[in-house]
């Protein structure tokens, strides 16, 4: 059975991974965690969905000057059907996204990267809390 400090360092993993990305305090762990999650993500051949999470929430906090630039890359690396990363979007979220190419704003990314993480909150995430590499880096912590 696991123990009640086993679980509350669970319970803090997930939290500083997807809850507290922002928080001055948990910036060490959370990169440490990251790698971690993206190693997970690697081995299961899933890493891109990480990959346009991150690059969703660069671009979002972008300068507008840079947005244009961002957005193009953001669709050619990850929205495009041919796309090296392609992340995993339903028909209509791409084609909204493809819509608003040519003059994109600070939330264009919003809806698809929401769908994104509910895709590794729901999938990819609870299998990462049940794997090795999740338990020796909760020991770790």
Known sequence: ??????????????????????SVGSFAFLSGGLHVFRGFLRSE???????FWLACEDYGVSRSNLQKTKASSIYSQFINPDAPKEVN??????????????SPCADTFKEAQQKIYNLMAKDSFPRFLRSHQCIEAIKAF
């Open 45 to 51: 051949f899933s890493e891109e969905n990480l990959e």
């Open 1 to 22: 059975m696991w123990s009640e400090l086993l679980v509350t360092r669970l319970f803090l993993l997930t939290e500083t991974l997807f809850d507290s990305c922002h």
């Open 89 to 102: 979007l339903d028909a209509e979220t791409r084609e909204a996204l493809l819509s608003v190419m040519d």
